[in-house]
């Protein structure tokens, strides 16, 4: 069964950094999208970044676009999703999920049938 589990959620200042990591367990990334997905306190679910992981292709949200990279370990099965310059407003449950969406679906949730439990990750004003 394919388990996913995110780390590196933190407390962290305003234009401070953090990274977050998924890993895999009972499977691997290769042929699936990989992507990260925030839920704010009271807001939906929202996309913010995504790989397919074979081809390297990379999607961003506008609102992280410039602040937020994603690197990729084949060997340990991980994605890392790098922060910079955090706002208050990207204060969220961050989680990772992988799926199979095409171009035009791979910013919804609906796409994506595994989840990690997420990880919190607050900026302070």
């Known amino acids: 069964q394919v388990q996913l589990v995110e780390s590196g959620g933190s407390l962290v200042q305003t234009g401070g950094s953090l990274r977050l990591s998924c890993t895999v367990s009972g499977g691997t990334f290769s042929g699936y999208t990989v992507s990260w997905f925030r839920q704010p306190p009271d807001k939906e679910r929202e996309f913010v970044a995504g790989?397919?992981?074979?081809?390297?292709?990379?999607s961003f949200a506008e609102s992280v676009k410039g602040r937020f990279t994603l690197s990729r370990d084949f060997a340990t099965n991980t994605l890392s999703l790098q922060m910079e310059s955090l706002k208050p407003e990207d204060t969220a449950i961050y989680y990772c999920?992988?799926?199979?969406?095409?171009?035009?679906?791979?910013?919804?949730?609906?796409?994506?049938?595994?989840w990690g439990q997420g990880t919190q990750v607050t900026v302070s004003s």
């Open positions: 999920a992988t799926g199979r969406p095409i171009t035009s679906e791979r910013s919804r949730t609906r796409a994506y049938y595994h």
């Open positions: 790989v397919r992981w074979s081809s390297g292709a990379t």
